[in-house]
């Protein structure tokens, strides 16, 4: 089956998005710890949600790449 640029551009448009939507996440994750290190209480949870936050942007920006990836072969003729 060959690969549909258009649809690769709508993908790599909803991943764009999905990264955005994960790094506000990661900035407000951080200004909770931050708050709750302030206020003297235990950040140890907020601190493993926010790894799993930051993991979660990690995937998606490899993801956003293999769609640049997938757009570039697509446009060379090679996929």
């Known amino acids: 089956m060959a ?3 258009q649809t ?3 993908r790599l448009s909803d991943v764009d998005q999905l990264i ?3 790094e506000t996440t ?3 994750q951080i200004r909770t710890v931050d ?3 302030r206020d003297g209480h235990d950040t140890s949870d907020a601190e493993a949600t926010l790894k799993a936050f930051e993991d979660t942007a990690q995937s998606l920006r490899q993801l956003r790449q293999q769609i ?3 757009i570039e072969q697509i446009d060379k003729g090679l996929a």
Do not use: G, S, W, Y
């Open 8 to 10: 690769q551009l709508r």
């Open 26 to 28: 990661v900035t407000k």
């Open 35 to 37: 708050e709750l290190r």
């Open 68 to 70: 640049i990836n997938t």
């Open 3 to 5: 690969l549909d640029r």
């Open 20 to 22: 955005t939507n994960a």
